[in-house]
């Protein structure tokens, strides 16, 4: 469509003056139709200026998803080769999980501008606001590389974290397993779900979800959720965020399943987990009961010691930080 022709170029010129005959020259339309597609661009939510006799200038605060803008800032060999971008969806996990994916590619990925039933662990809830956020889901198949799912959902984080940090220069630190933590407030949440072959009873594909708050956020979750806008400042980086998270995804998966960096991966991680040295909530079938955290094991088991001085891997379930 002529009107997403007109937003890729007025977003490799962000924050600069492009005259409408520059556009119609370019794209081979008339001022007219360029006129239009700005219109149209604005109905869609677009912050464009309309400057006398100068020309039309994309806001730097414009925060429009874009699949053309963000396949121009990838750097990837599959993660992201075929990406589709929804207005709404339920839930991008569930969205993958209800398609025929046979013959999709590993590294397909489907992103939304709002999810109306956004989901993380234990089927809780995950705010999804139109425009207020990256959410979005990875499809990956792993082939004969069954054993490298448990370490998914740190790689994700991992990936996450280092792409927060690279656009927007603020440090994203992580909880167990798959929470990323801002100022002490969550900001991102990660769900990883695997999908079973009926026949074979083996991991057919993995989906990994990725839910980032980057707009406002509601008053009632101010005490616990945070976002990049409210941390940072910044507005009008979805999709270098976007295309940051696929990057960095990549690359740390082709790290741990292809080049064997476990420890790198989990040295990283580690790095980042917050909670190390600190008190935090453990579920038990009797009660719940407080352990330290010491680290994490090389399986991305959560170690800890709890009030006894006994040491133990936790390899399932949740923590629960004593301030929540």
Not at 57 to 82: A, P, Q, R, W, Y
Request: net charge neutral; hydrophobic share 40%.
């Amino acid at each position: 469509m002529l009107k997403n022709k007109v937003l890729y170029i007025l977003e490799q010129q962000k924050g600069d003056i492009v005259t409408g005959g520059q556009l119609a020259g370019v794209l081979g339309v008339s001022r007219n139709a360029v006129w239009k597609a700005i219109g149209l661009l604005r109905n869609d939510g677009n912050e464009i200026l309309s400057i006398p006799n100068k020309g039309y200038k994309l806001m730097d605060t414009n925060d429009t998803l874009s699949v053309n803008i963000i396949e121009n800032v990838l750097t990837t060999d599959f993660i992201g080769k075929k990406i589709v971008l929804l207005p709404t969806i339920h839930s991008t996990n569930q969205y993958l999980k209800e398609i025929d994916t046979a013959n999709i590619d590993s590294g397909f990925v489907v992103i939304a501008d709002e999810q109306t039933s956004g989901r993380g662990r234990r089927g809780r809830a995950f705010l999804s606001t139109k425009s207020q956020g990256v959410y979005l889901s990875i499809l990956l198949k792993l082939g004969s590389k069954q054993q490298d799912t448990r370490l998914l959902t740190i790689c994700a984080a991992v990936a996450v974290s280092k792409a927060i940090e690279k656009v927007c220069g603020i440090r994203a630190d992580i909880k167990w397993v798959n929470d990323i933590f801002c100022n002490g407030k969550k900001i991102c949440g990660i769900l990883t779900e695997a999908t079973i072959s009926g026949e074979l009873l083996e991991i057919s594909s993995v989906i990994v979800g990725i839910g980032i708050n980057t707009g406002s956020v509601p008053a009632e979750l101010a005490n616990i959720a945070t976002s990049l806008q409210e941390v940072s400042g910044i507005r009008g980086i979805r999709n270098q965020l976007i295309a940051e998270v696929l990057n960095e995804f990549e690359s740390v998966i082709v790290d741990y399943t292809e080049h064997g960096k476990t420890q790198e991966i989990i040295n990283y991680y580690t790095s980042r987990l917050f909670i190390i040295g600190k008190p935090v909530y453990l579920p038990d079938i009797a009660h719940d009961y407080t352990a330290t955290v010491i680290g994490i094991s090389d399986i991305g088991a959560l170690i800890v010691k709890d009030d006894r001085g006994d040491i133990q891997h936790i390899t399932t379930g949740e923590i629960k930080l004593l301030w929540e």
